[in-house]
């Protein structure tokens, strides 16, 4: 995996992106986008859900729960690449301190195996940086 920091002003990302065996895939890849300051829960849920939107929204089961334990809302996504395959995903809101942030796990449906457990890996690690604490 590669990284690369993303700034707007809608918000900082950090992506991490498949590389793997030398070939970097950016349809493929991890991020942790994180909502500026002030922004409410009612705005990050209503712009969590347009991002899935924007990627191909699939329904989620109401009786299903959450994958991850630390989130808010969680939204699957899955879309056609022309010439390419699928593209499958989920996104998932969460909240630290007084910040909102988007996990989005992005890849081809043929690099769930690989991708997957490398994307969950990195987000067992993750420690944020004024607690000491993960997800």
Not at 11 to 22: E, K, M, P, S, V
Not at 68 to 94: D, P, Q, V
Request: a neutral charge; hydrophobic letters at 35%.
């Amino acid at each position: 995996m590669t990284t690369a920091s993303i700034s707007s002003g809608e918000g900082d990302a950090i992506r991490f992106i498949a590389n793997f065996g030398g070939k970097r895939n950016e349809d493929a890849y991890l991020e942790v986008f994180f909502y500026p300051a002030g922004t409410s829960e009612a705005q990050a849920r209503a712009l969590a859900k347009e991002a899935a939107t924007s990627r191909g929204l699939t329904e989620r089961r109401a009786d299903v729960p959450n994958y991850y334990k630390w989130s808010l809302a969680e939204y699957g996504f899955s879309s056609k690449l022309k010439g390419r395959g699928s593209i499958i995903g989920t996104g998932a809101l969460g909240r630290h301190g007084d910040r909102f942030f988007r996990v989005t796990l992005q890849y081809p449906q043929d690099y769930a195996e690989g991708f997957v457990p490398r994307a969950h890996r990195i987000l067992d690690e993750w420690r944020w940086e004024d607690t000491g604490q993960g997800f």
